[in-house]
């Protein structure tokens, strides 16, 4: 005991390793990071940025909007601009094509109607008369000068002997005049009646004048009658067919109680109660110069 009571001023520790031990030793704690701080100027700006801030919105004499105000203005849009019509623009003038003018061509008559009788092709006749004997015509002093003779039965025992082509290219195959015998001889109005169911059936008489033979005929006593009609029908027939024709409303019927011939014309007397021929023909009467109806 007083081997260890010593003086602790001169006392030393002698320092003993500890024994091992078997335990995981514990990593050592984390270090904690010091927060940095800001420098004490700029502190100082940010506080001075808000005290001016604050006072700048008390001075606004505005009225501060409400969150109601500020959620509608940002969801209402503005109404749109007015957007001004657009203005059509004129496409510039496009050249006109120069059309070739073509010449009017000449007047052409219009389709001739069919009028009945005179001015008709054969098929109206062949339609309303019965076939008559050429041979009789030209046994009755018809010759076939003048194209293909043909020859019907006229009421009353007329026999109607046609001249005209009807292949003539001036009437289109139209019947323009025929000669009618009567072999029994008739009268005067028998005759008439007889011609006329040849002519149109609109057509009436407008005249009936004597004539004589022409001062060349070698025949002086020989003489006629003429009978004129008119027919409105016939006249709008012949016009459509040839405008330059001269009378086209009228029809000349000449009585003969013998023969006539181009040459010497009536080769006897006219007598109203002996009527042996009758020569229908389109046109007005057969006048000369002299004023005188020829035969």
């Not at 701080?37 to 909007?65: E, K, M, Q, S, Y």
């Not at 009353?156 to 001036?170: E, H, I, W």
């Not at 027919?231 to 009585?255: E, F, H, M, Q």
Request: net charge neutral; aromatic share 6%.
């Amino acid at each position: 005991m007083d081997d260890l009571q010593q003086d602790p001023a001169t006392v030393k520790f002698t320092a003993v390793p500890a024994a091992p031990t078997n335990r995981a030793r514990t990593p050592p704690a984390p270090r904690t990071r010091r927060r940095r701080r800001w420098p004490w100027w700029i502190v100082g700006a940010f506080v001075a940025l808000f005290i001016v801030g604050g006072i700048a919105n008390a001075l606004d004499p505005r009225p501060a909007a409400s969150s109601a105000q500020a959620s509608a203005a940002s969801t209402t849009m503005a109404p749109p601009s007015p957007v001004a019509p657009a203005v059509p623009v004129p496409s510039p003038p496009v050249a006109a094509t120069a059309v070739p003018v073509r010449a009017a061509p000449a007047p052409v008559a219009p389709a001739a109607a069919t009028p009945g009788g005179v001015f008709s092709k054969d098929i109206w006749w062949d339609q309303h008369f019965p076939p008559g004997s050429v041979a009789q015509c030209q046994a009755d002093g018809e010759d076939q000068g003048l194209g293909v003779l043909r020859a019907w039965l006229l009421p009353g025992g007329g026999l109607a002997c046609v001249q005209d082509s009807p292949n003539s290219p001036t009437w289109g195959g139209r019947i323009t005049g025929a000669d009618v015998y009567f072999p029994a001889r008739t009268s005067e109005q028998q005759a008439v009646r007889t011609v006329t169911a040849m002519l149109p059936s609109d057509a009436a008489i407008a005249s009936t004048i004597d004539g004589v033979n022409p001062d060349y005929s070698t025949i002086s006593s020989g003489t006629c009658r003429e009978v004129n009609y008119v027919s409105a029908v016939l006249g709008a027939a012949i016009t459509a067919s040839n405008l330059t024709w001269t009378d086209p409303t009228k029809v000349n019927v000449t009585l003969y109680s013998g023969h006539a011939t181009s040459s010497d014309g009536s080769d006897k007397p006219y007598r109203a109660t002996s009527v042996n021929e009758a020569l229908v023909t389109i046109g007005g009467p057969n006048r000369r110069t002299d004023g005188v109806v020829h035969c």
